[in-house]
Protein backbone atom coordinates (compact mmCIF):
# COMPACT_ATOMS: atom_id res chain seq x y z
CA UNK A 1 0.00 0.00 0.00
CA UNK A 2 1.75 3.38 -0.95
CA UNK A 3 -1.38 5.17 -0.58
CA UNK A 4 -1.35 8.81 1.36
CA UNK A 5 -5.11 9.38 2.14
CA UNK A 6 -6.03 12.90 3.09
CA UNK A 7 -9.26 13.95 3.78
CA UNK A 8 -11.96 15.58 3.26
CA UNK A 9 -11.08 16.17 -0.45
CA UNK A 10 -12.99 19.96 -0.79
CA UNK A 11 -13.59 22.11 2.27
CA UNK A 12 -14.98 25.78 2.42
CA UNK A 13 -15.34 27.87 5.24
CA UNK A 14 -15.39 31.11 6.80
CA UNK A 15 -12.67 32.97 8.63
CA UNK A 16 -14.65 32.33 12.04
CA UNK A 17 -14.58 28.68 11.38
CA UNK A 18 -12.32 26.20 13.25
CA UNK A 19 -11.99 22.65 11.24
CA UNK A 20 -9.36 20.26 10.53
CA UNK A 21 -7.30 18.20 7.98
CA UNK A 22 -6.66 15.34 7.80
CA UNK A 23 -3.87 12.71 6.43
CA UNK A 24 -3.05 8.94 7.02
CA UNK A 25 -1.00 6.42 5.52
CA UNK A 26 0.20 2.91 6.79
CA UNK A 27 3.66 2.58 4.63
CA UNK A 28 5.56 2.71 8.42
CA UNK A 29 6.83 6.04 6.95
CA UNK A 30 8.09 8.13 9.54
CA UNK A 31 8.46 11.73 8.52
CA UNK A 32 5.19 12.90 7.43
CA UNK A 33 4.47 16.58 5.94
CA UNK A 34 2.09 19.16 4.76
CA UNK A 35 2.83 21.37 1.83
CA UNK A 36 0.64 24.46 0.59
CA UNK A 37 0.25 24.81 -3.41
CA UNK A 38 -1.37 27.64 -4.77
CA UNK A 39 -2.37 27.56 -8.45
CA UNK A 40 0.29 27.00 -11.29
CA UNK A 41 3.29 27.38 -8.43
CA UNK A 42 5.23 24.14 -6.87
CA UNK A 43 4.09 22.80 -3.36
CA UNK A 44 5.59 25.03 -0.78
CA UNK A 45 7.01 23.40 1.97
CA UNK A 46 4.72 24.19 5.56
CA UNK A 47 5.34 21.55 8.46
CA UNK A 48 7.76 18.54 8.96
CA UNK A 49 7.24 16.14 11.71
CA UNK A 50 9.67 13.34 12.01
CA UNK A 51 9.25 10.40 14.53
CA UNK A 52 6.05 12.77 15.43
CA UNK A 53 7.66 15.14 16.21
CA UNK A 54 7.85 18.75 15.04
CA UNK A 55 11.04 18.78 13.63
CA UNK A 56 10.65 21.73 10.73
CA UNK A 57 7.88 25.03 10.47
CA UNK A 58 8.46 27.17 7.76
CA UNK A 59 7.63 30.41 9.56
CA UNK A 60 3.66 29.24 8.72
CA UNK A 61 1.07 31.83 10.83
CA UNK A 62 -0.27 30.56 14.08
CA UNK A 63 -4.00 29.46 12.43
CA UNK A 64 -2.15 26.52 11.06
CA UNK A 65 -1.63 24.33 13.85
CA UNK A 66 0.26 20.68 13.05
CA UNK A 67 -0.41 17.86 15.02
CA UNK A 68 0.98 13.99 15.20
CA UNK A 69 -1.03 12.00 16.76
CA UNK A 70 0.98 9.00 16.12
CA UNK A 71 3.01 7.75 13.42
CA UNK A 72 0.07 7.16 11.02
CA UNK A 73 -1.59 10.26 11.41
CA UNK A 74 -0.98 14.08 10.81
CA UNK A 75 -3.59 16.44 11.12
CA UNK A 76 -3.57 20.40 10.16
CA UNK A 77 -6.02 22.52 12.47
CA UNK A 78 -7.48 25.55 10.60
CA UNK A 79 -8.44 28.79 12.71
CA UNK A 80 -9.56 31.95 11.78
CA UNK A 81 -8.02 32.15 8.41
CA UNK A 82 -7.50 34.21 5.19
CA UNK A 83 -8.71 34.43 1.94
CA UNK A 84 -5.17 34.32 0.71
CA UNK A 85 -5.06 30.90 2.61
CA UNK A 86 -7.21 29.15 -0.19
CA UNK A 87 -5.41 26.80 -1.80
CA UNK A 88 -4.58 23.38 -2.66
CA UNK A 89 -3.04 21.33 1.04
CA UNK A 90 -1.26 18.15 0.28
CA UNK A 91 0.10 15.29 2.80
CA UNK A 92 2.99 13.38 1.94
CA UNK A 93 5.06 11.13 4.11
CA UNK A 94 8.34 9.14 3.50
CA UNK A 95 11.24 7.44 5.00
CA UNK A 96 13.43 9.53 7.31
CA UNK A 97 17.15 10.21 5.80
CA UNK A 98 18.77 7.88 3.52
CA UNK A 99 17.86 5.75 0.68
CA UNK A 100 14.06 5.36 -0.01
CA UNK A 101 13.13 8.86 1.09
CA UNK A 102 10.65 9.31 -1.89
CA UNK A 103 7.96 11.27 -0.61
CA UNK A 104 4.13 10.22 -1.34
CA UNK A 105 1.69 12.28 -1.94
CA UNK A 106 -2.26 12.62 -1.06
CA UNK A 107 -4.59 13.57 -3.58
CA UNK A 108 -4.72 16.80 -1.38
CA UNK A 109 -7.64 18.92 0.49
CA UNK A 110 -8.69 22.02 -1.90
CA UNK A 111 -9.34 24.68 0.84
CA UNK A 112 -12.32 27.82 0.39
CA UNK A 113 -11.72 30.52 2.61
CA UNK A 114 -14.78 32.89 2.23
CA UNK B 1 21.24 24.92 -0.12
CA UNK B 2 19.52 22.83 -2.52
CA UNK B 3 17.45 24.28 -5.47
CA UNK B 4 16.28 23.04 -8.84
CA UNK B 5 15.34 24.57 -11.47
CA UNK B 6 12.95 23.97 -14.54
CA UNK B 7 14.03 26.70 -17.25
CA UNK B 8 10.82 25.61 -19.09
CA UNK B 9 7.16 27.25 -17.65
CA UNK B 10 5.44 25.65 -20.84
CA UNK B 11 6.08 23.29 -23.54
CA UNK B 12 4.05 22.16 -26.14
CA UNK B 13 4.73 18.81 -28.23
CA UNK B 14 2.06 17.11 -30.46
CA UNK B 15 0.87 13.64 -29.87
CA UNK B 16 3.35 10.81 -30.60
CA UNK B 17 5.96 13.45 -30.98
CA UNK B 18 9.07 13.05 -28.53
CA UNK B 19 9.55 15.13 -25.31
CA UNK B 20 12.19 16.28 -23.03
CA UNK B 21 12.03 18.30 -20.05
CA UNK B 22 14.76 19.62 -18.57
CA UNK B 23 15.94 20.37 -15.12
CA UNK B 24 19.09 21.06 -13.75
CA UNK B 25 20.04 21.13 -9.88
CA UNK B 26 22.20 23.35 -7.44
CA UNK B 27 23.91 20.52 -4.47
CA UNK B 28 27.75 20.76 -3.11
CA UNK B 29 27.70 16.77 -3.77
CA UNK B 30 24.55 14.14 -5.68
CA UNK B 31 21.20 14.39 -3.99
CA UNK B 32 18.52 12.28 -4.96
CA UNK B 33 16.38 13.18 -7.65
CA UNK B 34 12.79 12.98 -8.32
CA UNK B 35 10.09 13.49 -11.34
CA UNK B 36 6.58 14.04 -10.16
CA UNK B 37 4.02 14.53 -12.28
CA UNK B 38 0.46 16.68 -10.85
CA UNK B 39 -2.88 16.63 -13.11
CA UNK B 40 -5.02 19.66 -12.33
CA UNK B 41 -7.04 19.50 -8.81
CA UNK B 42 -4.57 16.51 -8.21
CA UNK B 43 -2.12 15.26 -5.75
CA UNK B 44 1.60 15.02 -6.58
CA UNK B 45 2.27 11.08 -8.70
CA UNK B 46 6.24 10.40 -8.44
CA UNK B 47 7.31 9.51 -12.15
CA UNK B 48 10.89 8.33 -11.17
CA UNK B 49 13.71 8.55 -8.97
CA UNK B 50 17.19 8.58 -8.64
CA UNK B 51 19.50 7.98 -6.02
CA UNK B 52 22.64 6.31 -7.39
CA UNK B 53 23.83 3.84 -9.50
CA UNK B 54 23.06 3.32 -13.39
CA UNK B 55 22.28 7.02 -14.55
CA UNK B 56 19.18 6.19 -16.51
CA UNK B 57 16.37 5.22 -15.00
CA UNK B 58 12.92 4.29 -16.17
CA UNK B 59 9.78 5.33 -14.68
CA UNK B 60 6.29 4.71 -14.70
CA UNK B 61 3.52 5.29 -17.80
CA UNK B 62 6.48 5.09 -20.46
CA UNK B 63 9.31 7.84 -18.70
CA UNK B 64 12.35 7.60 -17.94
CA UNK B 65 15.07 10.65 -16.93
CA UNK B 66 19.04 10.24 -17.34
CA UNK B 67 21.17 11.99 -14.65
CA UNK B 68 24.51 14.15 -16.21
CA UNK B 69 26.28 14.97 -12.99
CA UNK B 70 28.61 17.17 -15.20
CA UNK B 71 26.14 18.92 -16.33
CA UNK B 72 23.83 18.83 -13.08
CA UNK B 73 20.85 17.49 -15.01
CA UNK B 74 18.25 15.58 -14.26
CA UNK B 75 16.00 15.75 -17.98
CA UNK B 76 13.10 14.04 -18.14
CA UNK B 77 12.31 12.20 -21.60
CA UNK B 78 9.50 10.21 -23.12
CA UNK B 79 9.47 8.80 -26.86
CA UNK B 80 6.11 9.29 -27.38
CA UNK B 81 4.04 11.00 -25.79
CA UNK B 82 0.02 10.74 -25.28
CA UNK B 83 -2.91 13.14 -24.96
CA UNK B 84 -3.22 12.24 -21.34
CA UNK B 85 0.32 12.78 -20.52
CA UNK B 86 -0.80 16.68 -20.49
CA UNK B 87 -0.04 17.78 -16.47
CA UNK B 88 2.29 19.76 -14.90
CA UNK B 89 5.49 17.85 -13.88
CA UNK B 90 7.92 18.77 -11.06
CA UNK B 91 11.31 18.26 -10.85
CA UNK B 92 12.20 17.69 -6.87
CA UNK B 93 15.73 17.25 -5.03
CA UNK B 94 16.31 15.91 -1.67
CA UNK B 95 19.68 15.86 -0.09
CA UNK B 96 21.27 15.27 3.37
CA UNK B 97 22.52 19.19 3.39
CA UNK B 98 18.48 19.31 3.40
CA UNK B 99 17.48 16.82 6.01
CA UNK B 100 16.13 15.01 2.80
CA UNK B 101 12.81 17.24 2.55
CA UNK B 102 11.74 17.91 -1.06
CA UNK B 103 12.30 21.11 -3.27
CA UNK B 104 10.30 21.43 -5.66
CA UNK B 105 11.33 23.05 -8.97
CA UNK B 106 8.31 25.93 -10.55
CA UNK B 107 6.97 23.24 -12.54
CA UNK B 108 6.58 22.62 -16.54
CA UNK B 109 3.30 22.50 -17.36
CA UNK B 110 2.94 20.11 -21.06
CA UNK B 111 0.27 20.73 -23.36
CA UNK B 112 -0.22 18.18 -26.18
CA UNK B 113 -1.89 18.95 -29.33
CA UNK B 114 -3.64 16.20 -31.02
Known amino acids: DTEVTQTPKHLVMGMTNKKSLKCEQH?????MYWYKQKAKKPPELMFV???????INESVPSRFSPECPNSSLLNLHLHALQPEDSALYLC?????????????FGQGTRLTVV | AQSVTQPDIHITVSEGASLELRCNYS??????LFWYVQSPGQGLQLLLK??????LVQGIKGFEAEFKRSQSSFNLRKPSVHWSDAAEYFC????????????FGRGTSLIVHP
Open chain 1, 92 to 104: ASSQVGGLGTEAF
Open chain 1, 27 to 31: MGHRA
Open chain 1, 49 to 55: YSYEKLS
Open chain 2, 27 to 32: YGATPY
Open chain 2, 50 to 55: YFSGDT
Open chain 2, 92 to 103: AVAASGGSYIPT
